[in-house]
């Protein structure tokens, strides 16, 4: 069976510092990842997708960036953090072709402080 | 793009009673429109889905409906449950792109009292 690990669970981290959060998949191949930001009480915005290794797309312009290394690995970062980045990270992934469900990982917690 | 709007965004019952939550798209081309519940501190999860050459699908308390000329579609739990308090994100998206490429609604936070 598939499984989406995603970590770590919270994070806090001073403005200014790096940013690196991980997201694997397992029990599939070629999944198509995403990154998703969800503020308190909002729903879910779409940052970044890949429909493949070293294929990124961005859905919004901001302090973050994404990078796929491996088949099933999905990596969020940024060089500074600002305090506007704090939210619930969400890493997700599905399968092509046609139209089926995403499934999500536990999210990670960031506060910017 | 598609635009989906969700209402409403907090709902509170009594336990029993019927919870129906209501969804709108903008985008006639969307074609599959999940519905996924988060429970406090983790990732969503699909609870029931439909796609657009069905009106309705139902499991067991959960069911969706869905129209497609309106543009909009429901969920309705039955004999609502404490354990079903959590929030409720429904979504559309369109063949030829993907699940996970999908637009949100802003959720609904559903409150079943005991």
């Known amino acids: 069976s598939q499984t989406i690990h995603q970590w770590p669970a919270t994070l806090v981290q001073p403005v200014g510092s790096p940013l690196s959060l991980e997201c694997t998949v397992e029990g599939t191949s070629n999944p198509n990842l995403y990154w998703y930001r969800q503020a308190a009480g909002r729903g879910l915005q779409l940052l970044f997708y890949s429909v493949g290794i070293g294929q990124i797309s961005s859905e919004v312009p901001q302090n973050l960036s994404a990078s796929r290394p491996q088949d099933r690995q999905f990596i969020l970062s940024s060089k500074k953090l600002l305090l506007s980045d704090s939210g619930f990270y969400l890493c997700?992934?599905?399968?092509?072709?046609?139209?089926?469900?995403?499934?999500f990982g536990q999210g990670t917690r960031l506060t910017v402080v | 793009g598609e635009n989906v709007e969700q209402h409403p965004s907090t709902l509170s019952v009594q336990e029993g009673d019927s919870a129906v939550i209501k969804c709108t798209y903008s985008?006639?081309?969307?074609?599959?429109f999940p519905w996924y519940k988060q429970e406090l501190g983790k990732g969503p999860q699909l609870i029931i889905d439909?796609?657009?050459?069905?009106g309705e699908k139902k499991d067991q308390r959960i069911a969706v409906t869905l129209n497609k000329t309106a543009k909009h579609f429901s969920l309705h739990i039955t004999e609502t449950q404490p354990e079903d308090s959590a929030v409720y994100f429904c979504a559309a998206s369109r063949s030829g792109t993907n699940a996970g490429k999908s637009t949100f609604g802003d959720g609904t936070t559903l409150t079943v009292k005991p």
């Open positions: 997700a992934w599905s399968v092509l072709p046609g139209t089926t469900e995403a499934f």
């Open positions: 985008d006639s081309a969307s074609n599959y």
């Open positions: 439909i796609r657009s050459n069905v």
